[in-house]
């Protein structure tokens, strides 16, 4: 048996969630990128903004530099709500006019010294947004750029990349779930090919080895194609198995029966017969062992192989005991069939039932009855039973179950197949063995026979 | 000469401000004491009284040591401590709420969060670290016994004609803030000049022409008036008017009809405060309906949504008022070089060009 492994099915989802859980943590990164860009870009016009009217209200007056800070620069920046400002405007010598003389200007601005600009940094331990212009004084009294820096912490920036984030989020998670759930209803609907070729062959009939032909997706021809190889490589090995069976029965047959008349012909030398009594006696074991053999493989083989028919069972029994019954017998032995005066019709394989009743009654002959001997045949709700009764003192119980099985418990002269072959062929139609007593009557093995036996 | 008078007037005020500074009242435990809060504030200790002491009852083991300072000290006492990395007690309260909002803005405060702070409006809640517990209009005083009805303005432009008919009975009994000591009168000051540029200029020059009395802190303007030797005071807490108002001085609050300033005080809990947990059950308690209700009965008089303290005469008009909300833009008011002009502007019209 074969390791099991996870399913199609598992394999195909797990390798779908990994990818969607790998493009969800990607595409989360990337919300989060944009989210921060763009809290940058709305933000930064809020704080260019009031940088530019910073830079608007520098002035001049009597060649000195005035720079006041306007209330709606600050009202601009106050629009972002919690986060912190700092800003401070330098004269074109470096001095500070107004504002946290702490704060660091960007050096080397070089010509474009009064383009706006807006960088990230950090003013006394708190990360901020700092944008940067530069107003050109032209005055006759004062020349130069004065510079307006303005920092915001970043705040409003990180709460709303986060909300944004967050959204962007809830939607790739969704989309991914979705996904998954699309992908476990389309594998699920590729695989059903699968399910419905298993089914068919399960459903199959096992005496059927023509070719499977099922309309099949092109992925699943080669497993069909290598079914159908299996199938007819089967059925050559088993028209083989059966030539071989019925070439071995003829072969083993005729030399024994030779072998027979030859001690036959020998016995009536009076000097050896004792020792030729012997060796008939071990040729008859043979021959009957061969028997069996035979018996039971064309019981084996042809159990739920060969289509039931319809088999009178009285006449079936009355042909097992008058093959099973030797005319030649050394003892008296009262044999009678006792059965219904209706024919009791059941659908079944005639030559293993036949079989089995011979061994039945061989096994009783031999082992059991001293003097009677009773088949009897009786319908049942669901079929028939066939019951060989003798006068003998039966198989103990102990031993009952072992009996049944091949080889496993062979009585003094006996090849341990007799009731196994009758236990098998029982079960291919359906039914089973049963012991009843000893008793008063004497000790009964029952078969039993389904009606619709098949198999 | 003129030097030498405004010489005079920064020594005045100067000493006013010695004689109050760093002013230390202990309001010790009502139980055994298990802790102690210290209050630095540039309020009235008579305003606060009440809200202690009914704080106190929640927080019996807790000893309250308030220290009083005007606005302007506060925040230099703020800045310093916090320079290095120390908190100056453990809540900071302030009329002057532009400082406050400047100490945050500089990494000077400790946020609160708690279900008292997430139930305060936006205007009264900056970054959970400033907060306005308080909505305090800003009033024009007179002595009622010594003015006559048709002498009383009702607003601005009724003030600027008052003096300038009345030159002679107004001139030098006319008292404001001196924005250069005073945190909150320059916040004043300077909301006066954003809301209307020529009314505010006409104001300061009939102010200085009048030989306007400027003073630290409104106790002493009031204080003055009440006495009779100031006839009427321009922006003054309408809170504190209405305290003595109500303490049974002879004093007229007008909310002025053209526009109204309304101011909500600010407190604040100091990076690193040394009772933190103290310091964050005061701060809840002033934003809590019980401390509100408390300060609107017995410590400020005004509501938050503007409605009149009981017996009020002149009241806010729809639409008057202009809250100075709680946020950065306060900063402007902070900037220093905006600061140093607009004084400067303030010094010359008020003090040195009418000096004679």
Redesign the interface.
């Known amino acids: 048996m074969a390791r099991a492994e996870a399913s199609l099915f598992t394999r195909l989802i797990a390798l779908v969630a990994l990818v969607l859980a790998l493009g969800a943590a990607a595409l989360v990164t990337a919300a989060w990128r944009y989210g921060r860009d763009a809290a940058d870009v709305a933000y930064d016009r809020l704080l260019l903004g009031a940088a530019l009217q910073m830079a608007e209200a520098v002035t001049v007056e009597n060649g000195r530099i ?6 709606s ?3 601009l ?2 629009l972002s709500g ?5 800003y401070r ?1 330098v004269d074109p010598s470096g001095r500070t ?3 946290y003389e702490d704060l660091a200007v960007a050096s080397g601005r070089g010509l474009a010294s009064d383009a706006p600009a807006t960088r990230d940094g950090r003013f ?3 990360p901020v947004r700092l944008a940067e212009t530069g107003r050109v004084l032209a005055d006759e009294t004062a020349r130069g750029v004065v510079t307006v820096v303005v920092a915001q912490t970043t705040e409003s920036r990180v709460a709303l990349a986060q909300e944004l984030t967050l959204r962007a989020a809830a939607l790739i998670l969704t989309m991914s779930g979705l996904a998954l759930a699309g992908v476990a209803v389309a594998i699920r609907f590729a695989l059903r090919p699968v399910d419905r070729i298993g089914a068919a062959l399960r459903e199959r009939d096992p005496r059927d080895l023509a070719p499977v032909d099922f309309a099949a997706p092109r992925e699943l021809r080669p497993f069909l194609a290598a079914t159908n190889a299996f199938i007819g490589r089967l059925q050559t090995r088993m028209e083989m198995m059966e030539r071989f069976v019925a070439d071995a029965a003829h072969q083993i047959r005729t030399p024994l029966a030779a072998l027979t008349a030859q001690i036959d012909l020998a016995a009536r030398r009076p000097e050896d017969a004792d020792r030729l009594e012997r060796a008939r006696a071990r040729a008859g074991e043979l021959s009957r062992l061969v028997g069996q053999l035979l018996s039971d493989a064309t019981v084996s083989h042809r159990a739920g192989t060969v289509p039931l028919t319809p088999v009178d069972l009285g006449d079936l029994l009355r042909r097992a005991m008058r093959e099973a019954i030797p005319e030649t017998l050394e003892r008296d032995l009262l044999a009678t069939f006792e059965g219904p005066a209706e024919p009791v019709t059941v659908e079944a394989d005639p030559i293993s039932l036949k079989e089995a009743a011979k061994n039945l009654i061989d096994n009783a002959l031999r082992h059991g009855a001293p003097g009677r001997l009773t088949i009897r045949l009786r319908r049942t709700a669901d079929g028939a039973e066939i019951e060989v009764e003798d006068d003998g003192t039966g198989i103990p119980p102990e031993r009952r179950a072992l009996a049944l099985r091949r080889f496993a418990a062979p009585s003094p002269g006996g090849s341990g197949l007799g009731l196994s072959i009758a236990a098998r062929a029982a079960a291919a139609h359906g039914g089973g063995l049963d012991f009843r007593g000893p008793d008063a009557n004497g000790f009964a093995v029952i078969l039993r026979v389904a009606q619709g036996s098949a198999a | 000469m003129r030097r030498a008078l405004l010489g005079v007037a920064l020594a005045l005020a100067a000493t006013g401000m010695g004689a109050r500074a760093a002013e230390t009242t202990r309001y010790p435990a009502l139980g055994a004491e298990r802790g102690a809060l210290a209050i630095h504030a540039a309020t009235d200790r008579e305003a606060m009284d009440p809200l202690i002491r009914d704080f106190q009852t929640l927080y019996p083991a807790l000893r309250v040591d308030f220290v009083e300072y005007v606005t302007t000290e506060l925040f230099d006492a703020a800045v310093a401590a916090c320079a290095e990395g120390r908190g100056l007690g453990d809540v900071l309260l302030s009329s002057s709420v532009d400082q406050l909002v400047k100490l ?4 000077c405060a400790q946020p609160r969060r708690s279900p008292e702070t997430a139930a305060a409006p936006g205007w009264a809640n ?2 959970d670290e400033v907060f306005g517990f308080t909505y305090e209009p800003v009033a024009i005083v007179y002595n009622r016994s010594l003015v006559p009805p048709q002498d009383r303005p009702r607003s601005r432009l009724d003030l600027i004609d008052l003096l300038r008919l009345k030159p002679e009975t107004y001139r030098g009994r006319v008292g404001t803030y001196d924005i250069r000591v005073s945190g909150v009168g320059f916040l004043f000051a300077f909301h006066d000049a ?1 809301q209307t540029a020529s009314t505010y200029g006409r104001l300061l020059e009939s102010l200085g022409r009048a030989q306007a009395v400027v003073r630290c802190c409104t106790g002493e303007i009031l204080d003055a008036i009440e006495s009779g030797r100031l006839l009427i005071g321009y922006n003054l807490l309408a809170s504190y008017a209405w305290a003595r108002v109500r303490a049974g001085a002879d004093l007229g609050v007008v909310l002025p009809s053209d526009y109204t300033l309304a101011l909500s005080r600010g407190a604040m809990i100091p990076a690193n405060p040394a009772n933190p947990a103290a310091a964050g059950a005061f701060l809840d308690y002033l934003l809590s309906p019980q401390g509100r209700a408390v300060a609107a009965e017995e410590a400020f008089f005004f509501r938050t949504d503007g409605a009149a303290p009981e017996g009020g005469d002149p009241m806010l008009r729809e639409g008057s008022a202009r809250l100075i909300g709680i ?7 902070q ?4 600061r140093d ?1 607009f004084v400067a502007e303030w010094s010359r019209t008020m003090v040195e060009m009418w000096t004679p």
């Not at chain 1, 919690?82 to 700092?86: G, K, L, P, Q």
């Not at chain 2, 945050?104 to 990494?107: I, L, Q, T």
Request: hydrophobic residues 50%; proline residues 7%.
């Open positions: 005035i720079a006041e800070p306007p209330v620069a600050f009202e920046l106050a919690r986060d912190r400002i700092f405007i006019i107004t504002g006394r331990g708190a | 945050a803005n500089d990494g900056w970054r954003r946020g950065p833009a306060l900063l402007a008011v900037d220093s070089a905006q002009r």
